[in-house]
């Protein structure tokens, strides 16, 4: 439990620093949840960097977005969601992932779409 406060805390300065916020109380409030959004090839980079995360699983929302899990060999994960004009927030984040035999192939979704 400790390890994903720490994670939480970490990526909460990650995304502040991507999106040049001066102190952690601005990106989370006990009252009001505001998203941690950023230009998605910073949200990419800054996942990998700093913990190992590569995308794993994508898909379309109902609402024209795209999700996407970011995950680690160690099974730490983020679940990211992008809008058409390249806005990435962050939705979850987690540990333990694993991947799941996953029988529906589909490439309706490219790179090329990001």
């Known amino acids: 439990m400790e390890s994903k406060i720490l994670k ?3 990526l909460a300065v ?3 620093g991507i ?3 001066s102190s952690i109380n601005e ?3 006990e009252e009001a949840f505001t ?4 230009n998605r090839e910073a949200v990419i980079a800054g996942l990998a960097s700093q913990y190992s995360e590569k995308p794993v699983s994508m ?3 109902a609402q024209g977005t795209i999700l996407e899990i970011l995950a680690s060999p160690d099974g730490s994960w983020t679940m990211i969601e992008s809008s ?6 962050l939705v979850a984040n987690g540990d333990a992932w694993r991947d799941m035999n996953n029988s529906v ?3 309706a979704i490219s790179d090329t779409m990001l």
């Open 19 to 21: 999106a040049g916020i």
């Open 35 to 38: 998203p941690i959004c950023e």
């Open 84 to 89: 058409s004009d390249g806005t990435t927030c």
């Open 105 to 107: 192939k589909t490439s």
């Open 27 to 29: 990106v989370r409030s």
């Open 59 to 61: 898909g379309y929302t």
């Open 14 to 16: 990650c995304f502040a």
């Open 8 to 10: 939480n805390m970490a």
